[in-house]
């Protein structure tokens, strides 16, 4: 959903998941208010943002979709009630050559809150040296 992405690729894309509802489709991206130039078939997809700091929030989801919240690399700590309007989150680290391990404490912040309003977790493999005992890992649990 990059701004150099051509409108005629992502509609493509469109039309090859309303072809085939019997898949789940995520869309992730960094530029969500490119969300709104589209129109996703709501019984099989999942619009998400990618947060990897509180300056990163950006919150443009359109009304009414699926959405999550991918907190990859989590970089800092994040207000948790931001996830108020997601149905679900994922969570992962920095990874590769110099890679910087979240605090323990900006993770179990936003578990705590997701657990508390029944918002879906899913924390990517790459945290179990800091959280060995995580809710989810392993699959997505809202596919």
Known sequence: ??????????????????????????????????????????????????????????????????????????????????MKRYEGIIIGAMTGPGAVAPKIEWITALIEYAIKHNIKIYLKNNLLKLFPCPPLVGELPWL
Request: aromatic share 14%.
């Open 1 to 82: 959903f990059g701004s150099w992405v051509p409108h005629e690729w992502i509609m493509r894309i469109l039309d090859t998941v309303k072809k085939c509802p019997q898949h789940t489709f995520l869309f992730l991206s960094k530029n969500t208010q490119r969300y709104y130039e589209f129109k996703f078939p709501e019984a099989n997809c999942w619009l998400g943002e990618t947060i990897t700091g509180d300056s990163a929030i950006n919150g443009a989801i359109p009304p009414g979709d699926k959405k999550f919240i991918s907190f990859e690399p989590l970089l800092s700590a994040i207000p948790p009630e931001i």
